[in-house]
């Protein structure tokens, strides 16, 4: 079936640090990656939606310049969280949408400190 | 209003049992619908689809009305490994997902 490869599952940073999370899809071309974000008993949020080769799209109230979001190729999509501060700590999942339905990376769980 | 409400839960209900989580949408245009599951610390991993007719997997109902705006889920004979969040999800006309902030189920036995 199809996957999607997040890495890291976990990190642990500094605050004032940038964080850098991998999506990769490994046996399809994902043309078009969500990336959501989960703080603790929150539903996901989404914060943007990338395309391979444009900009990507932001939801209001997400900073496009804190989270930049690249996908440069039909298989990658990163996520790179600038700066980070505590309150920047949350689970961060992404999803690509496939012809059977959306499919979920594992989720990176950033904690800032 | 949010776009997809849930009830808040937590369901605490003994094996065997059944249960019915609700939930709503505010987007009339909504293309399609969804029932996730999501274990403690995971990523989602989809339940079933929902369907205007309805839809059966197993011990598993799922139902959409859509004057309504409201989908359900039905689990008959409750087991322990069903114990997780459950997530609505709703598919906007412009292909991106919404999610309710989910319906804890514990299953004792």
């Known amino acids: 079936g199809a996957v999607v490869s997040q890495h890291p599952s976990w990190v642990i940073c500094k605050s004032g640090t940038s964080v850098k999370i991998e999506c990769r899809s490994l046996d399809f071309q994902a043309t078009t990656m969500f990336w959501y974000r989960q703080f603790p008993k929150q539903s996901l949020m989404l914060m943007a939606t990338s395309n391979e080769g444009s900009k990507a799209t932001y939801e209001q109230g997400v900073e496009k310049d804190k989270f930049l979001i690249n996908h440069a190729s039909l298989t990658l999509s990163t996520l790179t969280v600038t700066s980070a501060h505590p309150e920047d700590s949350s689970f961060y999942i992404c999803?690509?949408?496939?012809?059977?339905?959306?499919?979920f990376g594992s989720g990176t769980r950033l904690t800032v400190v | 209003r949010k776009e997809v409400e849930q009830d808040p839960g937590p369901f605490n209900v003994p094996e065997g049992a059944t249960v019915a989580f609700n939930c709503t949408y505010s987007?009339?245009?909504?293309?399609?619908f969804f029932w996730y599951r999501q274990d403690c610390r995971k990523e989602p991993k989809l339940l079933m689809s929902v369907y205007s007719s309805g839809n059966e997997d197993g011990r598993f109902t799922a139902q959409l009305n859509r004057a309504s705006q409201y989908i359900s889920l039905l689990i008959r004979d409750s087991k322990l490994s069903d114990s997780a969040t459950y997530l609505c999800?709703?598919?906007?006309?412009?292909?991106?997902?919404?999610f309710g902030a989910g319906t804890r189920l514990t299953v004792k036995p």
């Open positions: 999803s690509a949408n496939r012809q059977v339905g959306y499919t």
């Open positions: 987007n009339s245009a909504s293309q399609s």
């Open positions: 999800v709703v598919n906007s006309n412009n292909n991106d997902m919404r």
